[in-house]
């Protein structure tokens, strides 16, 4: 799958981020997202098994076991591949960098942010208050340009709306960094046993 299709690819991430913590099979990572509301992934049930068979193909998760309990349908646990890992590490640091005009892109990376260590999700939203500063910027010269040429307001709000937009993102970034960097919110990821150990 080429890359920015991967990248939107917010089921199959979803799926790679909750076997990264433990194997599961597809029916528990269903009710996984419905209890936890990850409202950013639609056409549940069968995006998600669409999902698994996509990432099992790709070698980036494999079948661990098989069982079968009393008279109800064999079902498969996978386990997340040190490719699927790596997929999912570099997937996720692209999301959380680079800001796009699809709010559930970023939604669906903050949510999974911790799986992640800790300073690569610092960085990476470093990287993203730096663009969206300069995206600000951008905004702030182009409506100042506009404001100079005698168009009716009518014609720049679409521009003031964005840079709004931008600014409010860009708040709440430094926010949630200034957190992550003072301990107000942490994590810590066994990166040799998978295992997201929340605090």
Same mark, same amino acid.
């Given at each position: ?58 070698? +980036?998760?494999?079948?661990? %076991?098989?069982? $079968?309990?009393?008279?109800?349908? *064999?079902?498969?646990?996978? !386990?997340? =591949? ?72 009518? +014609?720049?709000?679409?521009? %003031?709306?964005? $840079?709004?937009?931008?600014?409010? *993102?860009?708040?709440?970034? !430094?926010? =949630? ?23």
């Amino acid at each position: 799958m080429a890359r920015g299709r991967a990248d939107r690819d917010l089921v199959g991430l979803t799926v790679l981020a909750l076997l990264s913590v433990r194997p599961a099979h597809p029916y528990e990572l269903h009710r996984f997202v419905i209890d936890t509301h990850k409202d950013y992934i639609g056409g549940l049930p069968r995006s998600l098994y669409h999902a698994v068979d996509r990432l099992a193909r790709e070698e +980036l998760i494999v079948p661990a %076991e098989t069982s $079968r309990e009393g008279r109800r349908p *064999e079902r498969t646990v996978y !386990r997340v =591949t040190e490719e699927g890992r790596a997929e999912l590490s570099s997937r996720l640091r692209r999301l959380l960098e680079q800001p796009d005009g699809d709010t559930k892109v970023f939604l669906a990376a903050v949510s999974l942010m911790g799986c992640l260590p800790v300073p690569e999700a610092e960085r990476a939203l470093s990287t993203r208050v730096a663009t969206l500063e300069g995206a600000i910027v951008s905004a702030d010269a182009h409506i100042a340009a506009l404001a100079g040429s005698g168009l009716p307001r009518v +014609l720049v709000l679409e521009v %003031e709306y964005d $840079r709004a937009m931008k600014a409010a *993102e860009l708040e709440w970034v !430094r926010a =949630t960094l200034a957190e992550i960097r003072s301990g107000q919110v942490s994590w810590n990821v066994d990166s040799n046993a998978g295992q997201l150990d929340r605090q």
